[in-house]
């Protein structure tokens, strides 16, 4: 099976650094991504990593290490309409790549 | 980015009916979708896979009698929860790939479904 751990929450202010760490245990890992979800909204896809290394999206980085199981989000120039939870996701190949997510991490951003 | 949306958005419904949801690939065509369920502050979770043309794949503890899926063309993905009860009130979202090996899944809106 797979399983997912990442922080239940994190309390940033505006203009920080955060950084969401997720660790993972799967045995047909194809990619880890990360999405962001509002209150009463659906999922929108941040980043993927599919090999190791950091990628970079505006304010948004993702780091992954396939050795360590390992990879996180980083969120720069925090600000208030950051705050949301934000859910690191498995790409299995077992099964047809389905997309395995882990618990959610709530982040709040404070002025 | 791609687009995929879901009908009906909001549903509210009686104990006991049926409730058909609808997941479309506006802009692509979907040779895999996913379907997740969600309960309030907690995390997505898998219910199953839809391949066109074949029968979905079901995660374990999702009753597939319960839970019907068809996905029968390459832009329209359906989940029937059929003699819904109150505790399938939750919000149901898919997503679609283009390929089995896409990088990226597109989600739809979601749809809120209370069953009173």
């Known amino acids: 099976g797979q399983s997912l751990e990442q922080p239940s929450e994190v309390t940033a202010v505006e203009g920080a650094i955060v950084q969401i760490n997720c660790t993972y245990q799967t045995s047909g890992f194809y990619g880890l991504s990360w999405y962001q979800q509002h209150d009463g909204g659906a999922p929108t896809f941040l980043s993927y990593?599919?090999?190791?290394g950091l990628e970079e999206t505006g304010r948004f980085s993702s780091f992954l290490s396939r050795s360590d199981s390992y990879g996180y989000l980083l969120l720069q120039e925090l600000q208030m309409k950051d705050s949301a939870s934000y859910f690191c996701?498995?790409?299995?190949?077992?099964?047809?790549?389905?997309?395995?997510f882990g618990a959610g991490t709530r982040l709040f951003v404070k002025a | 980015g791609a687009v995929v949306s879901q009908h009906p958005s909001r549903v509210i419904c009686k104990s006991g009916t049926s409730v058909k949801i609808e997941c479309r690939s506006l802009d692509f065509q979907a040779t895999t979708m996913f379907w997740y369920r969600q309960f309030p502050k907690q995390s997505l979770m898998l219910m199953a896979t839809s391949n066109e043309g074949s029968k979905a794949t079901y995660e374990q503890g999702v009753e597939k009698d319960k839970f019907l899926i068809n996905h029968a063309s390459l832009t329209l993905s359906t989940l029937t929860v059929t003699s819904a009860h109150p505790e399938d009130s939750s919000f149901y979202i898919c997503?679609?790939?283009?390929?089995?090996?896409?990088?990226?899944?597109?989600f739809g809106p979601g749809t809120r479904l209370t069953v009173l």
């Open positions: 997503s679609a790939a283009a390929g089995t090996s896409a990088d990226t899944q597109y």
């Open positions: 996701a498995v790409r299995d190949r077992t099964g047809g790549f389905k997309t395995i």
């Open positions: 990593n599919g090999l190791d």
